[in-house]
Nanobody, 130 residues
Framework: QVELAESGGGSVQAGGSLRLSCAIQ????????IGWFRRAPGKEREGVAA????????YYADSVKGRFTISQHNAKNTLYLQMNNLQHEDTAMYYC???????????????????????WGQGTQVTVSS
């Protein structure tokens, strides 16, 4: 059984940084897409970043390029999202999600919609004060 558990959220001032972590349990495959999503109050879910574990390929939403970095621990059991220069509009609940290996590809096609992601964590809140 696959389980994802996020941590690292909190409250920061604009311009600050946070690093989110996602503990991955139960995944027996080593090539799949995994990513971070967020949902702000009153807004649609938004894909933030995705990572293909088979080769370390990364994908980002335009809104976070140059500020956020997605990476995986060498042991492949933890996914990170380093968030720098946080802005008020980054305030949201952040979720870690993974695509089943049979649906994964190096391009993580269509990742930003989140539709292919069958496993989700419970989320961690990020609040940025301006």
């Amino acid at each position: 059984q696959v389980e994802l558990a996020e941590s690292g959220g909190g409250s920061v001032q604009a311009g600050g940084s946070l690093r989110l972590s996602c503990a991955i349990q139960g995944y027996t495959h080593d090539r799949y897409c995994i990513g971070w999503f967020r949902r702000a109050p009153g807004k649609e879910r938004e894909g933030v970043a995705a990572f293909y574990t088979g080769g370390g390929l990364t994908y980002y939403a335009d809104s976070v390029k140059g500020r956020f970095t997605i990476s995986q621990h060498n042991a492949k059991n933890t996914l990170y999202l380093q968030m720098n220069n946080l802005q008020h509009e980054d305030t949201a609940m952040y979720y870690c999600a993974a695509v089943p290996p049979w649906n994964s590809s190096p391009t993580c096609g269509g990742w930003s919609s989140g539709v292919a992601f069958g496993y989700w964590g419970q989320g961690t809140q990020v609040t940025v004060s301006s």
